[in-house]
T-cell receptor, first 116, second 116 residues
Framework: ETGVTQTPRHLVMGMTNKKSLKCEQH?????MYWYKQSAKKPLELMFV???????ENNSVPSRFSPECPNSSHLFLHLHTLQPEDSALYLC???????????????FGQGTRLTVV | AQKITQTQPGMFVQEKEAVTLDCTYD???????LFWYKQPSSGEMIFLIY??????QNATEGRYSLNFQKARKSANLVISASQLGDSAMYFC?????????????FGKGTKLSVKP
């Protein structure tokens, strides 16, 4: 248990569906991230929020829409996805600012998404 | 160009023996942090060890140690006395810049299998 919780753990959705992934952390961190992990590829950073403000969007298609209502919660809204979007989506949080040490990211267990 | 290179897609080690997982990195930033994560089949990324670019000594955490060779830009992970529970994917990651300003960039990972 790392303190970062993701729901749901598994999700199967059609290409016309709309769904949301949820991430919650109670570690007092103020940076949160969405990563995509596809088979045989490095983890891809999708979005970064620092102090609830989006600071990074790595050319992610608009069918992925993040939301960070507060520093403890992060959502990823999904709509009209493609089969190639099937992957493990990992949420992470870390302490932002200050010393470099102790800035490791803590990850949730991920949501295994399958688009059919 | 890849920032983090892990050249070993898969490794085998006998239980109770030591194993070294390779990682090389590429950065022009004088300040950076290097991280190793373990990902078991459950999907969660577990932080193992951290090495700062200005650290004089190699980092150690229990059975994990980091062989940091700055001139070669390598940060190999050494696991001593391997256990069956060490079987997992292992990812090397780097954060550039002071503090937590940079984002974590991951390598492709190495799959470690521990044989009884």
């Amino acid at each position: 248990e790392t303190g970062v919780t993701q729901t749901p753990r598994h999700l199967v959705m059609g290409m016309t569906n709309k769904k949301s992934l949820k991430c919650e952390q109670h570690l007092g961190h103020n940076a949160m991230y969405w990563y995509k992990q596809s088979a045989k590829k490095p983890l891809e950073l999708m979005f970064v929020y620092n102090f609830k403000e989006q600071t990074e969007n790595n050319s992610v298609p608009s069918r992925f829409s993040p939301e960070c209502p507060n520093s403890s919660h992060l959502f990823l809204h999904l709509h009209t996805l493609q089969p190639e979007d099937s992957a493990l989506y990992l949420c992470a949080s870390s302490r932002a600012g200050g010393e470099e040490r102790n800035t490791e990211a803590f990850f949730g267990q991920g949501t295994r998404l399958t688009v059919v | 160009a890849q920032k983090i290179t892990q050249t070993q897609p898969g490794m085998f080690v006998q239980e109770k023996e030591a194993v070294t997982l390779d990682c090389t990195y590429d950065t022009s930033d004088p300040s950076y942090g290097l991280f190793w994560y373990k990902q078991p089949s459950s999907g969660e990324m577990i932080f193992l060890i951290y090495q700062g670019s200005y650290d004089q000594q190699n980092a150690t955490e229990g059975r994990y140690s980091l062989n940091f060779q700055k001139a070669r830009k390598s940060a190999n992970l050494v696991i001593s006395a391997s256990q069956l529970g060490d079987s997992a994917m292992y990812f090397c990651a780097m954060r550039e810049g002071r503090g937590s300003q940079g984002n974590l960039i991951f390598g492709k990972g190495t799959k470690l299998s521990v044989k009884p």
